[in-house]
């Protein structure tokens, strides 16, 4: 297996959109955690904090859980090529 810098760079990119775009999870009504297939970032509500609060204070991203959603996209993007090529090298 080779790595491919493309399908990282898509797993990459794939992994932030993810975060957007699929449902969110809230625990405690206090925290907002994005993420797919693990969350990685976390959003704080300021309401309850009660203080002039910046988007960086109210902000938590844990960039080891962020690398480990993108190896796991990149494995799943990498096989999907692999079984298309295989298909389409069978069907011709």
Not at 5 to 20: E, P, S
Not at 55 to 72: E, K, P, Q, R
């Amino acid at each position: 297996m080779k790595f491919n810098k493309g399908f990282f760079n898509w797993a990459a990119w794939l992994t932030l959109l993810l975060a957007y775009v699929l449902p969110y999870q809230s625990t405690d009504g206090f925290a907002i955690h994005y993420g797919y297939p693990f969350a990685f970032l976390t959003t704080y509500n300021d309401n309850l904090l009660k203080a002039k609060i910046t988007l960086l204070t109210s902000t938590s991203f844990n960039m080891g859980i962020f690398a480990i959603d993108v190896v796991i996209i990149y494995f799943a993007i990498y096989f999907a090529n692999e079984l298309l090529i295989k298909w389409k090298s069978k069907k011709s």
